[in-house]
């Protein structure tokens, strides 16, 4: 439990300092929100317990009602299609041109939600740039580019992958072999003991870590987030 509280410490720090460094530049919605990655060594209608896959002993956190389950299939280039809704996960570059990590796309989500006020809660991944962490870290370091697909043109390093963001139109590098991936709505049974999850975390009302939702992949694989 200690362990937890000094990770969730650790984490929330780091974001709070990404948040005062980088708002001035960018529209930051995804702070306050990070992943405990690893294997579910129990789970019951109000909490789940995962061995983490960096080490350490078993973490539960609570589940809040209604938690939902993503389920990430493998996609392919066809994802990044005009009009398509994806959340590229990037870092930046020194070509000012940000390389992807990863590639999500959400065929269920015709339209981003407008940043906050006027769209999705704080916390959750809306239409823009969000500090995000990187995969498989507990750091923050990344962003999430959440937007519609405007253009796409090859290039001899990967596609340049033009998306709608509230900031305006974003360009992006999409290296070829990173991992290209598609959402699709999971139920909550298919959350099971050994199964590697991705369980979303968020600070409660009571100040604690809470989840809303987890991310599972097919075949038990381990999720690119």
Partial sequence: MLRFGLRFLTLALLAGVALAHLSAQNVVHQVGNWFLRGKVTAITPASITIAPHIGGPPETVPLASGWTVGYVVPADESILAPGHVVNIVEVDWKDETPRALYVD?????????????????????????????????????????????????????????????????????????????????????????????????????????????????????????
């Fill in 105 to 225: 796309y959400f065929p269920l989500l015709p339209t981003p939600a407008a940043p906050p006020p006027t769209g999705g809660m704080a916390g959750v991944v809306t239409k823009g740039r969000n500090w995000a962490q990187l995969p498989g870290k507990d750091e923050f370091g990344a962003w999430g580019a959440l937007g519609k697909v405007i253009s796409v043109d090859k290039t001899p390093a990967g596609l340049l992958v033009v998306t709608d963001l509230a900031e305006g139109p974003h360009t992006s590098l999409v290296p070829p072999g990173i991992p290209l991936v598609q959402m699709q709505a999971g139920m909550q049974d298919m959350v099971k003991v050994d199964t590697n999850a991705h369980v979303l975390l968020r600070k409660g009302p009571d100040g604690k870590p809470v989840s809303n939702r987890i991310l599972i992949a097919a075949n038990n694989g381990i999720p690119p987030m």
